[in-house]
């Protein structure tokens, strides 16, 4: 058992190292780090702001290991770019109201290095709901072209027409699955708030 352990953890620390280097694993590795080291700076002021940083990490960690195992290209019911995309949204503006009033509370040292932690956070959020905006990241496609011996001769439709292929409905209907995530993460930050 030790052997199979020992074998299975080179290639598992090889995908999360080659992930680590691409722009997407460091800006997840860094969303983690940051949220950890807001939750440990809020856990020594104040329990009250820690949840934000918890679940934050934790959907960070998540979203890192669907990247990092390619299991994004692997499970196709869920939009992962969108679904990517509302997580940064959603928590950049939560970091930057906490931030704004952890502030203009004032208090203890680490509850203020805490709001300025979380303005890089927000920032960082921000930058990372750029990067994975699902509509800046497609590109045009050419668009098919008549064949080269004219048109068909009538007896139905071509081979390789598009119109003659069976696509698959998705198991959730478009949007649903956003849904679903911006539920969770809702019920999540009013069961640990």
Sequence with gaps: MADSERLSAPGC?????NFSRTRKGFVLLAEIVVCLVILICFSAATSGFSF???I?????AVFFVIYMCDLHTKIQIINWPWSDFFRTLIAAILYLI???LVLVEGG???KIAAGVLGLLA???FGYDAYITFPLRQQRHTAAPTDPADGPS????EDANSTTSQILPLPL???GSELFLLLLFQGCAVLCLG
């Design 13 to 17: 620390w090889a995908a999360c190292t």
């Design 172 to 174: 959730l209907a478009e």
């Design 52 to 54: 934000l940083s918890v």
């Design 122 to 124: 927000a920032c960082l």
């Design 56 to 60: 934050e990490m934790i959907f960070a």
């Design 108 to 110: 203890h040292s680490s």
């Design 153 to 156: 001769d009538g007896h139905g």
């Design 98 to 100: 906490t931030s704004i």
